[in-house]
């Protein structure tokens, strides 16, 4: 099936099944002439793909779901149902306040809201702003979890060691620089982002085959002198530099391993994960 006839039963433009398949939702034919051929399947999940963006899904949460059969759609559900309870609770409490009730009572409703809240919200609200987003937000898809009882005394380490760290210092010029790159990013661009590195940790192998192009190119690239004399190497170096001073690695992974089940789950996958690389890579 040619894209043109593909792209007249979903609506979706060139781009966007372009788009749709470097992120591996569909795999049709290619021949040798670059044209591509569009299996049946590849067009009943693209049809699949243009229902679940309109209901606001990201492309990794779509993904999970294609990959799984429809298994995780009831969870993607439920996820978008707390969601939607929080945002509930939390107009109801903005409604308190206007009516003037009592602090008494609004501190009441929000600890039972905070109770409710993800690892990732509090970590949100207790350091807002470019430095907790640089700290933190490559932990996103593994603190989705209310913070349980056994691993409290673990957080609020990790928050007070945090909050002892110094300034994290950047030029004029380097915090511009962020601001524009993380312009057209929002949570949902950085889910499917971070959840690109949960799907490599699942199935390594099956991820570095499907991927050996982009691998590829990415390693190239971070050997070019363009990356080499970059803001954005400049800015991550001084990062790795600051982590390393205050022993980032040797104090704050382990915290979050103690209060974040899933990501020392992917911790130990991920050790594995470059074991195995490395000794591809030396082959």
């Not at 006839?5 to 979706?12: A, R, S, V, Y």
């Not at 409604?95 to 609004?106: A, C, F, P, Y």
């Not at 001084?238 to 915290?255: D, G, T």
Request: net charge negative; proline share 3%; charged share 35%.
């Amino acid at each position: 099936m040619l894209r043109s006839e593909i792209q007249k039963e979903t609506g979706l433009t060139r781009k966007a099944i372009e788009y749709y398949e470097d992120k591996g939702l569909i795999h049709p034919y290619k021949s040798e002439n670059g044209y591509r051929d569009y299996s049946t399947k590849d067009l009943e999940i693209l049809k699949k793909v243009s229902i679940f963006r309109k209901l606001g899904m990201s492309v990794s949460e779509i993904g999970q779901c294609i990959s799984s059969g429809g298994d995780a759609l009831s969870s993607v559900l439920r996820e978008k149902q707390h969601q939607l309870d929080l945002d509930e609770k939390r107009k109801g409490i903005l409604e308190m306040i206007v009516r003037g009730e009592s602090n008494e009572l609004i501190n009441e409703k929000v600890s039972l809201l905070e109770m409710e809240e993800t690892i990732y919200e509090k970590l949100e609200i207790a350091f807002p702003g470019y430095f907790g987003q640089m700290i933190f937000a490559a932990y996103q898809p593994f603190l989705n979890e209310p913070l349980e009882n056994d691993g409290k005394d673990s957080f609020y380490e990790y928050i007070a060691y945090l909050d002892r760290l110094p300034a994290f210092e950047l030029t004029e010029e380097e915090k511009k620089y962020i601001e524009k790159i993380s312009a057209p990013f929002d949570m949902k661009t950085l889910k499917d982002i971070n959840q690109t590195k949960v799907d490599a940790i699942g199935n390594p192998e099956k991820w570095m085959k499907d991927n050996e192009d982009v691998i590829s190119r990415y390693e190239s690239y971070k050997n070019s002198k363009e990356y080499q004399n970059s803001m954005m190497k400049q800015i991550q170096d001084k990062l790795k530099n600051f982590m390393k001073e205050n022993q980032y690695y040797e104090i704050a992974i382990p915290l979050i391993r103690k209060f974040s089940k899933t990501y020392d789950s992917y911790y130990k996958k991920l050790l594995k994960v470059n074991e195995e690389y490395l000794n591809n890579k030396n082959q």
